[in-house]
């Protein structure tokens, strides 16, 4: 094959997708998203165009970027951003990825929150902000706070309330509750780290930081913490909502209980693992 050849849309794409199999469950889907970036065209346009030739530096740029998602490192960063509640959110190394499952959080806030009320929502560690902006699109007349201890990752949150227009969240910077310890909240909601420390899916998630990811030995850490906290600047009959393990409901269950919480209620993900634990200030 001449290097012409060898340069061609269909030939680079047919190369990527076999090399992307080792690493991707969706080998094609990513090789086009990766060689459209590099072209700056519509997906659409490999199609009409498979014949078309790429010049020296529109195939660099797809060498490099090939290089970075065959080295594990998640499309979200290598494209800088990840949808989430049909919301495209700007996202960095700052922050985690938004997961799909994490839509269960934002769907039980929900039906929690009458669409008129003028409730405080509180998101604690929201990283790319991407609960806040979902609670925030769906419920204009609440005011939601979104808190992280990281200032790059509220640099991610905000710009991404900015360029979606959601006038109605504010930010603080701080450990879980300790930057709204004055104040008061209906709901709380929070998708706080829970991964072990010694977990080994933690090596598929090398290019996510770990501060958001890991929580002591048994992944509970930040969860005795919200437990602890929450219930000091939630509403009477207001909600806490967590996002925990699939294998962690009892445990989660088991701290919420020794702090006073009740109407306890566990929920599964589209999976079928359980996924959100639902607690109460009070048993009204």
Request: contains cysteine; aromatic residues 6%; negative net charge.
């Amino acid at each position: 094959m001449s290097t012409e050849d060898r340069h061609r849309i269909d030939a680079l794409l047919s190369d990527a997708v076999k090399q992307l199999g080792a690493v991707s469950e969706s080998a094609r889907l990513d090789a086009e998203i990766l060689l459209s970036r590099s072209i700056d065209m519509p997906r659409s346009y490999l199609y009409a165009h498979p014949e078309d030739v790429l010049d020296d530096a529109a195939s660099d740029r797809f060498a490099t970027l090939l290089r970075r998602r065959l080295d594990n490192e998640p499309m979200a960063y290598i494209m800088g951003v990840k949808e989430f509640w049909s919301h495209e959110l700007l996202v960095s190394d700052a922050t985690l990825v938004p997961r799909p499952e994490t839509e269960l959080l934002v769907e039980l806030a929900l039906r929690e929150i009458p669409r008129k009320a003028q409730w405080r929502i509180l998101d604690l560690g929201t990283g790319s902000g991407a609960i806040a902006v979902a609670l925030a699109g769906e419920r204009l007349l609440c005011e939601v706070t979104a808190v992280d201890i990281s200032d790059a990752a509220l640099a991610v949150a905000r710009e991404n309330a900015r360029q979606l227009s959601m006038g109605n969240i504010s930010f603080a910077q701080g450990s879980w509750c300790e930057p709204v310890r004055e104040q008061k909240f209906k709901i709380i909601v929070s998708n706080p780290p829970y991964v072990r420390a010694d977990d080994q899916a933690l090596a598929a998630l090398q290019y996510e930081p770990v501060d958001a990811l890991v929580a002591g030995d048994d992944g509970l850490d930040a969860i005795r913490l919200l437990a602890a906290d929450c219930v000091h600047i939630l509403d009477e009959n207001g909600v806490l909502l967590i996002e925990h393990g699939a294998d962690q409901a009892d445990g989660v269950a088991e701290l919420l209980q020794k702090n006073g919480w009740t109407q306890i209620i566990n929920y599964k993900d589209f999976s079928g693992h359980p996924r959100v634990t639902a607690a109460r200030r009070s048993g009204k």
